[in-house]
């Protein structure tokens, strides 16, 4: 699979979310800045805009164009580059410390996961990240190797409400497995996720593509930052979330409030659950 590729919005998706110039209703065009009303809002008959919908002020910036088509990013937190700095540096210097551990954990697990299962040791599946962009996503097996092709079968015993999968004592987890996700040794592979950029330390939560299909046009919006080994979702019960839109709601909350600060305050509070092992 070409992990150069973009996400596409779901079959009829494009008419829910299409961005357009607001004419009489706003300010002048300011320089180089457009107006236009907010992702998701609905153009009326007649040209007439929702009166919930909210103009806002863009940057050239804010502009792409991405295999011939238009690309409008909003985001109430404007990112400035020296805070994206910061953030990278702080993913930079963690990932260097997270794959020292992985280098050790791999030396140990390496061996006793062949035994406990026939397979690789690594295991990496196709995520989405930020702006739909395809990337491999890498873990340490934990899962017999046909776990995929029994997952159909498995769909009447999935707890989830919406665009996810999930069972709590799923079947396809190795023993060994088990122990390794007790403390999450299992997602320090990630951390050469987050050295290449395809993660951050601390961000949304990484859909799948099955996921992605299955997504509203305002589902999308989780799709405007990097996703995370950690976040809001975890540190509010990973395995204790049912229900996909309360996932949508704590990674829209994640991006609405984003600072480094934040990032911070949620890496510490992750160190501390895992290191108690009342972690997600």
């Known amino acids: 699979m070409d992990l150069d590729r973009r996400a596409e919005p779901a079959q009829g998706a494009t008419a829910e979310r ?113 702006h739909g962009r395809y990337f491999a996503l890498y873990k340490l097996r934990t899962m017999y190797v046909n776990a995929e092709a029994r997952q159909a079968a498995l769909m009447p015993a999935n707890e989830m409400q919406g665009a996810m999968f999930k069972v709590r004592d799923d079947p396809r987890i190795t023993r060994l ?48 930052m990097k996703p995370g080994i950690t976040g809001l979702w975890q540190l509010a019960g990973n395995q204790e979330i049912r229900d996909f839109e309360e996932i949508v709601r704590l990674d829209c909350q994640y991006i609405d409030s984003w600072s480094i600060w934040l990032d911070v305050r949620i890496l510490i509070r992750t160190v501390l659950k895992v290191l108690s092992r009342t972690g997600w």
């Open 18 to 130: 299409r961005p357009f110039a607001v004419g009489a209703r706003g300010r002048d065009r300011g320089a180089g800045g457009e107006q236009f009303v907010g992702a998701g809002e609905r153009e009326q008959p007649g040209g007439e805009v929702d009166r919930a919908a909210e103009v806002v002020a863009l940057e050239p910036e804010d502009l792409a164009l991405v295999d011939g088509v238009g690309i409008l990013s909003l985001g109430p937190v404007r990112l400035s580059t020296w805070r994206l700095a910061v953030k990278r540096a702080i993913d930079v210097v963690g990932a260097g410390v997270g794959l020292i551990l992985f280098a050790a954990a791999y030396v140990w697990y390496a061996r006793r996961v062949r035994e406990d299962s026939p397979g690789p040791v690594l295991f990496s599946q196709v995520r989405v990240g930020r």
């Open 177 to 224: 497995g088990r122990w390794m996700r007790a403390r999450h040794l299992d997602e320090l592979p990630q951390f050469w996720n987050v050295l290449r950029g395809d993660m951050s330390l601390v961000g949304t939560r990484p859909p799948t593509l099955e996921e992605v299909e299955c997504y509203r046009p305002d589902h999308l919006r989780r799709l405007s």
